[in-house]
C-alpha cells in the first residue's frame, strides 16, 4: 500500500503561482509514475501533469503547457507541481496519484493508469 499526501493549495488571483507538493510513504515500493489530475465542479476528473520515476520524462495537458512544471524528488518520494500565471479556469481540486508498475508510457496521461491518489487540495483562482 501507498499512501499519497498532497499539500499547498490555496487561493490566488489570477496570473499568480502556487506551488503542489505530493509525497508517497509505504513498506517497499518503487514508484514508475506519478502524476497531478484535478477536477472542477460538474466535470470529470482531467490530467494536469505526469513524470516517470526513472528518467524523469514528463507530461503535460495542453492547457497547462508552458505554465505548470512537474518535478520529482526521488530521495523524498516526492512530486511537485509549480503552477505560474495561474487562471480562474484552473480553480479546481487537485489529486496526486501514483503508478508502481511500469506500462505503457504514453497510458501515464489516463486516471486509470494510477491505483494510488491522495485526498485532493482545492486551488483556487480568482479573476
Known amino acids: 500500500q501507498v499512501q499519497l499526501v498532497e499539500s499547498g493549495g490555496g487561493l490566488v488571483q489570477a496570473g499568480g503561482s502556487l506551488r503542489l507538493s505530493c509525497a508517497a510513504s509505504?513498506?517497499?515500493?518503487?514508484?514508475?509514475?506519478m502524476g497531478w489530475f484535478r477536477q472542477a465542479p460538474g466535470k470529470e476528473r482531467e490530467f494536469v501533469a505526469a513524470?516517470?520515476?526513472?528518467?524523469?520524462?514528463?507530461y503535460y495537458a495542453g492547457s497547462v503547457k508552458g505554465r505548470f512544471t512537474i518535478s520529482r524528488d526521488n530521495a523524498k518520494n516526492a512530486v511537485y507541481l509549480q503552477m505560474n500565471s495561474l487562471k480562474p479556469e484552473d480553480t479546481a481540486v487537485y489529486y496526486c496519484a501514483a503508478r508502481l508498475a511500469p506500462m505503457l508510457r504514453d497510458l501515464v496521461v489516463t486516471t486509470t493508469a494510477y491505483r494510488y491518489w491522495g485526498q485532493g487540495t482545492q486551488v483556487t483562482v480568482s479573476s
Open positions: 509505504g513498506r517497499n515500493f518503487s514508484l514508475y509514475a
Open positions: 513524470i516517470l520515476w526513472s528518467g524523469g520524462s514528463t
